[in-house]
């Protein structure tokens, strides 16, 4: 197997705190608890210590939670330590999460003199009816003083958007995309909104206190999205993201291509040596278990070859740039069409693959029920 696969050239760390829940959102987080950050910091640096001596990486990613909901001098101790455990080399990319509404000048200051090259706005909408149907605390006035943080100490800026929400229309997503695009960001996301199962807005839903946005309408504003972002010369390199040529997310791009990655902090998932790990999502019990010299992982699995490879093919599939037969080959140690059985040729005839001969990508068709490509795919290994 190749290095990348098994030692992790990327690293994750969770920040959990949020000074609400938003009522969409499935992630470990953890609210009214700003006296324990302090020790959470503490204990990140125990588990970060872990590794036995620095471990050299070429991305690194803080997500939340919501990271700057720390103060700037926390988001300095934060950024102190990963500078120690997970140093990385000159031209490499740093971001962080981030929400308008705790986002300011002092915590750029801060973030850029930590290394951090690039922050993520968690915009979703700018809206006022949508952020209050997601239970978005920030308005929209405070978007361009955030990013006015972000531009004035030389950061990339990445918006993050969600179509659907409640309420919504096709007209109301054109209008988000627009105000987007009048930043002039680096990178766009793009998510369609999930119900997940538990959270108060699924709750809502099935008591029918939310109805959802019909699916042919939900279409649409995806493949607007496409169209308007791409006709301002974004690539769209992957199923939700969009980005100026050359300002693609290395980090999530190993995501992507189901390559190793360190995770360290509440909830955090990690994949080194073909092992996947899960911390707890408890932020007290983690924080209990890492200051007592107990491993906060709860859970842990290592697929099977034939498993890992399914895997791998599912990530790399949402890519534009798909599948490489030759490299999927290297990593996974399976043949592409071997492996799914005439499959692919099915799904071009239908019009939903594309197939050059040396990768497979979807269609635009493709991309619009990327999901149901997927699990066409994975059927043959559910047979066998």
Known sequence: MSDPWFHPRTAYVH????????????????????HLVELYLDALAVELAGL??????????????????????????????LNRWLPAP??????????????NAEKAAALAAGGVTRVSLGVQSFRPGSLAALERRHTPEQVPRAVDAVRGRGLALSLDLIFAAPGSTPADWAADLDAALAFAPDHVSTYGLTYETGTPLWKARRRGAV?????????AMYEHAIDRLTAAGFEHYEVSNFARPGRRCRHNERYWANE???????????YVGGRRELNVRDTVLYVRRVLAGESPTFQGEELPPRDRAFETLATQLRRADGIARGRFREQT????????????AALVAAGLLADDGAAVTLTRRGLCVADGVVEDLLKANATG
């Open 90 to 103: 000159p031209g490499s990319e740093f971001s962080v999460e981030a929400n308008p509404e705790t986002f």
């Open 260 to 270: 190793a990655y360190h995770g360290f902090g509440t909830g955090a998932a990690r």
């Open 15 to 34: 920040v959990p705190f949020c000074a609400h829940h938003c009522g969409y959102c499935d992630f470990a987080v953890a609210t009214g608890s700003d």
């Open 333 to 344: 140690g399976f043949a592409l069409d071997e492996l799914v059985r005439g499959r692919v």
């Open 52 to 81: 036995g001596e620095p471990f050299p990486v070429e991305t690194r990613f803080i997500g939340g939670g919501t990271p700057t909901h720390l103060s700037a001098d926390q988001l300095a101790r934060l950024l102190a330590l």
């Open 211 to 219: 109805p959802a946005v019909p699916e042919d309408a939900e279409l």
